[in-house]
């Protein structure tokens, strides 16, 4: 796995939003948020997993608009980021924050309505094993998004500190079927990485995005993208 104690050091879950997400990053985040929002429809009263939640982006966000959520993270100081934001949110008495690997769930199976994975699939070395773990969990939607093999991202990939893994699309069929998934739908977005918007001011990075999702938008240009958000559901 990798990452894993990467994300343990308090000062790097202390820097984690900051350094991706502040400036041009903030285009990040929002896109994000909405294709898992997209992805899940109305949430008010369902029973909803985030696995490696980290500082529970997408946790805090659900439980916001009334979701049960569980976020589970191996990392204390990451969980911790989270526990602050849900403090600031005053959604902390409706969420739980758990400690545990997503290799092995502490719940029974079909125990949620829904299991989110965001930014955790390019870190794992057996990806198999977690996708089969979660649809072991729910009873309908397993919402993630994967690094794409042939775009800008494999430009700068290799340089990371501890570099990720890239999908094609063909494989993450591959890993669907393998685990009894179907696909329900898939978003294809950012043919500049984020790695690119990341080092912008935010009013730099707009044009660029408008720019980008022209050429997305162009015939084919979808299979430019270098992030995919697939959901899944139950055969
Ligand atoms: C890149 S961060 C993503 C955090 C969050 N999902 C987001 O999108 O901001 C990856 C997270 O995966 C967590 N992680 C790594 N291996 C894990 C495992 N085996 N079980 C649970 N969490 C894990 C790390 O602690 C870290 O918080």
Not at 27 to 55: M, S
Not at 151 to 163: D, E, F, K, Q, V
């Amino acid at each position: 796995m990798k990452g894993q104690e990467w994300y343990q050091e308090h000062d790097v879950a202390e820097r984690y939003e900051d350094k991706r997400f502040s400036g041009g990053g903030r285009l990040i985040d929002r896109r994000e948020k909405e294709a898992v929002l997209d992805a899940l429809g109305p949430v008010e009263g369902d029973r909803i997993l985030e696995i490696a939640c980290g500082t529970g982006r997408f946790t805090v966000l659900l439980a916001e608009r009334g979701a049960d959520v569980v976020g589970l993270d191996i990392s204390g100081p990451m969980l911790g980021q989270g526990r602050e934001k849900a403090r600031a949110a005053g959604v902390d008495d409706t969420l739980e924050f758990l400690r545990g690997d997503a290799g092995r769930l502490p719940f029974p199976d079909d125990h949620f309505d829904a299991v989110l994975a965001m930014r955790f699939f390019h870190l794992a070395d057996a990806p198999e094993a977690f996708l089969s773990e979660m649809k072991r969990v729910t009873t309908d939607a397993v919402v993630f998004d994967t690094f794409n093999r042939f775009s800008t991202r494999s430009i700068y990939n290799w340089a990371l500190p501890m570099g990720s893994r890239l999908y094609s699309r063909s494989e993450v069929e591959d890993l669907l079927a393998s685990a009894d998934l179907q696909l329900r739908g898939a978003e294809h977005d950012w043919v500049l990485p984020y790695g690119f918007y990341r080092q912008l001011p935010g009013a730099v990075a707009k044009p660029f995005r408008v720019f980008d999702g022209a050429i997305g938008a162009l015939p084919g240009g979808d299979h430019l993208a270098s992030v995919s958000y697939w959901t899944a559901e139950i055969e």
